[in-house]
């Protein structure tokens, strides 16, 4: 019985730091994540989810507490994620139409528009890739 109550403590243990390392989601209002990525002049990385979608749990679980896809996303990006079926989400799904879960926005905060946008399960390295491609795309518009 002790043997079970370790590795259940370890386990806990090791995905709360795993979370510790990978893309940091802001825990905030829509409005207040457009502060401060207009403050930060950064985009918005927007994850819009539901709660039964299983490839959103998937890259929940095995994407975003990826260290290196965390460093990147966390230096360039204000992160959030939005349950389109609560709170704010049914409303953002009428700004930011929604063709099947998971989608992945970037949003320009100044404009409000998508520069970029990817549906469906990404790995670390895919979303890497997208992540590089729209800063491409906003050092572009510059």
């Known amino acids: 019985m002790k043997n079970i109550v370790v590795l ?14 990978g893309i940091k989601f802001e825990k905030t209002s829509w409005n207040q994540a457009l502060q401060k990525a207009k403050a930060e002049n950064k985009i918005i990385f927007m994850d819009a989810y539901t709660s039964w979608c299983g490839p959103c749990k998937s890259m929940q679980a095995r994407v975003f507490p990826d260290k290196k896809v965390g460093e990147f996303f966390n230096d360039n990006f204000v992160n959030v994620k939005i ?3 609560q709170g704010e989400g049914p409303a953002l799904g009428m ?3 929604v063709r099947g879960y998971p989608t992945l926005f970037f949003i320009d ?3 409000g528009k998508i520069v970029n946008q990817a549906l469906g399960y990404k790995s670390t390295e895919q979303l890497i890739q997208i992540g590089e491609q729209t800063q491409q795309k906003k050092k572009s518009s510059i």
Do not use: H
């Open 109 to 111: 905060p100044k404009s």
């Open 8 to 21: 259940v403590l370890l386990g806990l243990s090791a995905s709360a730091f795993s979370q510790e390392s």
């Open 83 to 85: 349950d389109m079926e």
């Open 95 to 97: 700004k930011y139409p």
